[in-house]
């Protein structure tokens, strides 16, 4: 098997006169946890939904697991875990009752999987799986749809702002499970708003913006690309997507 679990080749798509995401290229090891950043609208989640194969591309290819996403999408979906930036799951349905429909869809082992529940469920304090989903709050959705995925241990997870919603507690736990799950030799694709965690714990980062890949590296590298000399993430980010004006704003603010 190729290093290379996630690549992508010219990476387009429009919509209508609307160019979201314009031949982007990029290329995730195994193992590695690779933060996707970028402003609101400027693509992320659209390349995401590609990548997921939820979204069909314009233009470009995509290859996950040295399978081509336009041709093998069910082998390769069933190798992957997803968790989007706005869970969406069935609302009649009580947590336990989701649980059990994502171990038939993916014909998962019930005593394997069921210890593992268990122990991620004691972890990250669910404890409302009898519950309807209807009445979970955002952070409990969240929370689900970890479990949902991390209950799998994927060889690839896409992982779209998955702290949101989150408690510290939580959020650390996460962060220290997706760390462990990559020195085990999984792949991790993840965009999150908080700077500090992809400084953290990233490996490379790519940064997007206006639908095109502006930068990419390790932090190092990315630091090199900085016209002022700046270190930290967040203000590179701003510098680097020409954000970088936030003392005039707030200057200019009474």
Known sequence: MSEISISAKDLTKKFGDFTAVDHVNLEVKRGEIYGFLGPNGAGKTTTIKMLTGTLTPTDGDISILDMDMSKDDIK??????????EPKMYEGLRGKEFLDFIIGVYKLDKGEVLPRIQELSSAFGINFLEDYIGDYSHGMSQKLMLLSVLMRHPKVMFLDEPTVGL????ARILKELLNKYAMEGSTI???????????KMCDRIG????????????LDEIRNLSREGYTSLEDLFLELTGNGDVEEVVEALK
């Open 167 to 170: 408690d510290a507690r939580a």
């Open 189 to 199: 694709f993840l965009t999150t708003h908080v700077l500090e965690i992809a400084e």
């Open 76 to 85: 390769i979906k069933k190798m992957m875990g997803v968790v989007p930036d």
């Open 207 to 218: 940064i997007i913006n206006k639908g095109g890949l502006i930068a990419e590296g390790t």
